[in-house]
DNA sequence: CCACGGTATGGTATCGATACCATACCGACA
DNA sequence: TGTCGGTATGGTATCGATACCATACCGTGG
């Protein structure tokens, strides 16, 4: 592999003058400048990015962080965090967390040692502490999808709460009155505003809601199989379901079909965030959106300023995005014999 | 940031020796050591990668560039490779080509900068181009999924042709006659084995191929569904379709769905690759699945391979891994009033 | 008693690039 | 004419780690 020396032998010059001309930075005359072209040309000359950024102390490289890298919605937001790094110069590096804190950190810690320019992390739990690990680096963060309570940091995320209301208005206006909520693990941010909109959609139509009503579990297929089935088993069934993510609501929807129960005529199911165009061949859930991509790209696009800025404090930043509400065929149509509310 | 030298002020040692307590190389007392950890525990140490890499030529990571992120078939393989990856403490890198060979030597030379120990390449065409480049650095790449004729390279993939040929077989059983082929772009080695196996199969039945059966599209939902779509308006309507991927698959369902064509009473539909459980209600379409996890992982054993024994020049690997049938809903009963073959 | 191999540690050069400073030419302007 | 600023280029130190070689202690065996 031959290095700047060997192209700056080659074109008689420096090797600061070969840099310049890679780099386009500096004064270059015309001639010297093809000279050079024409040797890295010849040579097949490849710069070698460890030495630059050792020297230069910036690798023009992102990281994101990411729990599930299976899930639609995360790749099409990786997509769009990508988007935004590449138009920007930068290169982005992906890592998939599996909801596990242990592997998030270990992760955070060799992206430090690779000494990427900023982080995009979806928080495995909502603690601080990889947060604060990268803080002590100094590097920059955003963090997406998850709020992380007790600690100053930029965030770009959903309004769960209110796209959970939204969906569990739309079940109350259709005359159910007894709802499950298939929810995430106690600690997601997600989940917990998610459970919290439920509750208050329930509270404000007058319902209390039953002991039973929300329900735990992982953020998969099989997690939202589990859940409904519980829910099918209890003694006063629920007419309909909330579920808190997309496989939540396809595993959901697997239980309901093995329990013999038709959706939406025996039981309404709703969930959060779709499925993309190129994996359905019907569009048949009711769903709250979250804008995955645009979530993505404005996360980075708040990082690359804190880049440019660099020691300038400002003040950290929240973005809230709505979500919204498509219905389709899964919420079915009012219930026989009950009274919509509103 | 602490240093290896600020850690070594700080333990009364030498820096070489915190090196050593890092790599766990070379003798080093108890009572070093010890106090060597608590230092780098203390100032919160974390070595540099950059210059670890630029100082022992190895920077512990592969690369992986694929033809499309967003298909399912393709993050299958690359969870293979990374689980391989890591098993053996390599770190990975993805990059997406988007089935354009451009991006794909842009992202090609990006990760030849950055000094990757190896790659594993899902060739854009079925081009020399890339590889070459890669060959002319000296590092050793492994190809994926798809046959690249011309070079002596390792390989790993799927017996398409044959899977073509089963898929065919089976629908010519069921009493069909007149079956169109969706296929993905000529040049892509994968396409163009089916194409093979289609053809090889009919001739096989007797029966002389029509000039139109064999279409020709993007790998994508919306190929599939231009496809179906000129399928259905030919003269001599196809009563079957056999789709080259997963997307192709769901987009001629959509078309045929449009043209109020029901699968499979009105026309059978049979394609490649499955879609993961996670993101599919009911199971529908029979297909030919190829081992996509197993494929990511015996890639990478075999790149690790060549990057233990470094120069010794072995011979170069093809693994071809069978595919297999699985018959679900979508390529119906028997066609009455038809006798099926064999 | 000395040589030698195993153990433990350190010094210095080096990886391939850029930061920083120095040099030198040239025309313009006081 | 001397100086100054714009243009063009190069030399040297340096980024943070490891490779390679050197050093020194210790016990053991001839």
Redesign the pocket.
């Given at each position: 592999?031959?290095?700047?020396?060997?192209?700056?032998k080659h074109a008689?010059?420096?090797?600061?003058?070969?840099?310049?001309v890679?780099?386009n930075?500096?004064?270059?005359?015309?001639?010297?400048?093809a000279r050079v072209e024409q040797a890295i040309a010849e040579l097949g000359?490849?710069?070698?990015?460890?030495?630059?950024s050792?020297?230069?102390?910036?690798t023009n490289t992102l990281a994101l962080v990411l729990t599930d890298i299976t899930n639609p919605f995360f790749t099409t937001l990786a997509r769009g965090v990508e988007d935004a790094a590449s138009k920007a110069g930068y290169t982005l590096i992906f890592c998939n967390s599996d909801e596990s804190a242990m592997k998030e950190s270990t992760y955070v810690n060799i992206l430090l040692q690779k000494q990427v320019d900023g982080f995009l992390l979806v928080p495995a739990q909502s603690k601080t502490t990889t947060i604060e690990l990268i803080h002590s680096r100094a590097v920059p963060v955003v963090v997406i999808d998850r709020a992380v309570p007790g600690i100053a940091v930029d965030v770009v995320r959903c309004d769960s709460e209110e796209g959970a209301f939204g969906l569990t208005r739309l079940l109350l206006e259709l005359g159910h009155r007894h709802i499950a909520c298939l929810c995430g693990p106690k600690g997601v941010s997600t989940a917990d505003d998610r459970a919290a909109g439920f509750l208050r959609a329930l509270r404000s139509a007058g319902i209390a809601p039953g002991r039973d009503c929300i329900l735990r579990g992982e953020l998969s297929q099989e997690g939202g199989y589990l859940m409904a089935q519980q829910a099918l088993r209890m003694a006063h069934k629920p007419s309909a379901l909330l579920a808190a993510n997309n496989f939540i609501t396809i595993g959901a929807m697997k239980a309901a079909q093995e329990a013999g129960e038709r959706v939406p005529e025996d039981i309404a199911l709703v969930g959060f965030d779709d499925l993309p165009a190129a994996m359905v061949t019907f569009p048949f859930f009711t769903v709250a959106i979250q804008p995955a991509y645009e979530m993505g790209r404005k996360a980075t696009e708040i990082l690359l300023q804190r880049l440019k800025s660099h020691g300038a404090e400002r003040q950290h930043e929240e973005v809230i995005f709505p979500t919204q509400i498509i219905v389709r065929r899964s919420s079915g149509d009012s219930v026989m014999g009950l009274h919509p509310i509103g």
């Open positions: 592999m031959p290095t700047i020396h060997d192209v700056a008689g010059v420096g090797s600061i003058t070969v840099s310049r890679i780099n930075s500096g004064y270059l005359s015309k001639e010297t400048r000359y490849v710069p070698n990015t460890l030495a630059r050792l020297r230069s102390k910036r």
